[in-house]
């Protein structure tokens, strides 16, 4: 992948979604080796989604219960390199409109689903129920 696969410096907080939307896939091979990474949800996944970028991501349960729902990209066995290589080409060789066409399901459901705006509810609600109130 000489050529074809870039790890790029840190950037500007203001300058991250265009620099996400630059890749064609962004990759998230978290290990699961504490708790806290086998039940994340990283940020770097709302980016790509809200970037329309096609994801690869391990397959632990806070990636599994966004990635295949949304169909926003594919899930592999972070352990098993051969797997990310298999994901990461599975998506390349869709070409530039599959990519598109997956990324543009992760771009919906950010619009849709995925935004502060409409999990407002969703997070007052576990709120007053924490709480033993209502909102």
Not at 3 to 31: C, H, K, N, Y
Not at 38 to 56: D, H, I, N, S, Y
Request: proline letters at 7%; charged letters at 20%.
């Amino acid at each position: 992948y000489r050529g074809r696969v870039f790890v790029l410096p840190a950037v500007q907080p203001e300058d991250l979604l265009a620099w996400t939307a630059s890749a064609d896939v962004m990759a998230m091979p978290i290990q699961p080796t504490t708790p806290n990474h086998r039940f994340t949800t990283p940020q770097k996944l709302w980016e790509a989604m809200a970037a329309g970028v096609p994801v690869v991501a391990s397959d632990l349960p806070g990636f599994r219960s966004i990635v295949p729902v949304v169909d926003c990209g594919v899930l592999v066995d972070p352990t098993d390199a051969a797997a990310v290589r298999a994901g990461l080409r599975s998506l390349l060789d869709l070409g530039a409109d599959g990519l598109r066409l997956v990324g543009d399901r992760g771009l919906a459901a950010a619009h849709e689903t995925y935004n502060w705006e409409a999990q407002f509810e969703v997070l007052d609600g576990v709120y007053a129920g924490l709480l033993g109130g209502s909102s």
